[in-house]
């Protein structure tokens, strides 16, 4: 089974983004939005070539 879809929303998580999400290749939609990251985002996020839908909102989380 692949893993296409992540909600993580609304869970107070703070500080950086595991890398363990960058093995998730498969990930189409990802939720992170409203918890607490602060993070610039990772050189990982270049793996997740099937990602078409991101949210970040409501997060302190910057990119280069």
């Known amino acids: 089974t692949k893993l296409v879809k992540l909600d993580l929303s609304n869970n107070h998580f703070k500080g950086v983004l595991p890398s363990s ?21 990772p ?3 270049k793996h997740l070539t099937a990602l078409t839908d991101l949210n970040l909102s409501n997060n302190c989380v910057e990119g280069k």
Do not use: R
């Not at 960058?22 to 990802?30: A, P, S, T, W, Y």
């Open 21 to 41: 999400l960058g093995k998730c290749v498969n990930l189409e939609v990802m939720c992170l939005c409203m918890n607490e990251l602060d993070t610039l985002l």
């Open 43 to 45: 050189a990982w996020f």
